[in-house]
């Protein structure tokens, strides 16, 4: 593997840099209250006045056409400046793959510049009370009526769902288990939303009630009954190279290698030092392995089920870096960023596949063991 950037690499890293630090606004109030959540959709809208908003996405849905590798470099200067969270990940990390290998060009360019400016933002809405990890296993059912269908059922834990435009997920439109079922786009104004409170009180998930929603023909994703296939697709994206980039992580283990050279604990104590190098240096192999992975992608491969084997390892190494931190501050812990940080990290082994469902594909799909 190559990684010797080429000169127009270095560029865009610099011009990114530049522009974040003339820009970033630093922390904003949480995207789980009105205030922070249109604070954090305007910050959205100027980084799409620059084009820094989707890099990767061809021009003409508002991207740059940039590289995968160029857009890794452009969360790592986003996360390393401080930049706040991005409200319209669900959007632009998950759906937006998906357009863009199964939708029409009709649904791409109708979606996919309004989730580039942040005018739309999208809600995930997999989960319904009695299917959880075992998404096959709903039963919200789509009814098909003149020029389109009627949606029916319940889905919770929907990630923004609160303050949410649109949200997207899978009916059952015929059959059992994974046949039969499509994938739907819909817009949430129509939709009954109840919100979630989290341990913080503020709600960062809802439940969805559809009692005969109607959507158009225009809002299926890909092949009425095919939905699994495209639901695959997103889960790919959710635990693959877009949903939580190297990025994120490197900027995490930086600020944790600084807090414990800062800590008192750790001169007397050679555990908490080694847990802290320890971090940093699975930070940077996560890195390392994505920016070889995107190499893959960009050469023609897929990364199909291996996906689960990046989504195991940083959702595991986010809960580490969190709980050295809180072993380092002790009692200040609850006092700090650290502290939501860490309430943050322990959803990780859960949301996009839990890590149990993760290393039974791995067992299954990457090593071939038998079931």
Not at 73 to 94: C, D, H, K, M, S
Not at 166 to 193: C, I, Q
Not at 212 to 219: A, I, K
Not at 222 to 232: C, F, K, L, N, T
Request: proline share 5%.
């Amino acid at each position: 593997m190559d990684l010797d950037f080429t000169r127009a690499e270095q560029d865009f890293r610099a011009e990114v840099r530049d522009w974040l630090a003339a820009h970033s606004p630093g922390t904003l109030p949480s995207m789980d209250t009105r205030e922070g959540f249109e604070a954090h959709r305007a910050w959205e809208e100027l980084l799409a006045g620059a084009r820094l908003s989707a890099v990767s996405w061809p021009p003409e849905y508002g991207g740059r056409g940039a590289s995968l590798t160029e857009w890794l470099i452009f969360e790592e200067e986003y996360w390393a400046a401080g930049a706040p969270g991005r409200v319209t990940q669900n959007g632009i990390f998950l759906l937006a793959p998906t357009l863009m290998r199964f939708g029409t060009e009709e649904q791409r360019r109708r979606w996919l510049p309004g989730m580039a400016q942040a005018r739309e933002v999208w809600a995930q809405a997999w989960s319904e009370p009695e299917a959880g990890s075992d998404l096959a296993a709903l039963t919200s059912r789509a009814e098909r009526v003149d020029g389109g269908w009627l949606l029916h059922g319940q889905k919770t834990w929907s990630s923004r769902a609160a303050y949410a435009s649109h949200g997207f997920g899978l009916f059952r439109t015929s059959g059992t288990r994974h046949k039969g079922l499509t994938y739907f786009l819909f817009p949430l104004d129509e939709v009954a939303v109840r919100p979630i409170a989290q341990l913080d009180g503020l709600p960062g998930f809802a439940e969805l009630f559809f009692d005969g929603v109607f959507v158009p023909d225009s809002m299926v994703l890909g092949e009425v009954g095919e939905g699994w296939r495209v639901a695959m697709a997103t889960t790919s994206s959710e635990r693959g190279l877009t949903l939580r980039s190297p990025g994120r992580f490197l900027a995490t283990a930086d600020r944790l290698v600084h807090l414990a050279r800062d800590a008192a604990p750790v001169l007397a104590d050679p555990v908490l030092a080694d847990r802290a190098a320890r971090c940093w240096i699975d930070a940077e192999a996560y890195r390392l392995h994505t920016f070889a992975t995107a190499r893959r992608i960009e050469a023609g491969e897929e990364i199909g089920s291996a996906a689960s084997m990046g989504k195991v390892f940083w959702s595991e190494l986010d809960v580490r870096m969190h709980t050295l931190a809180m072993d380092l501050l002790g009692d200040r812990a609850a006092e700090t960023p650290w502290f939501d940080g860490f309430l943050f990290s322990l959803a990780g082994p859960i949301y996009a596949g839990t890590n149990e469902i993760q290393r039974n594909i791995i067992a299954e799909r990457v090593l071939g063991l038998p079931r």
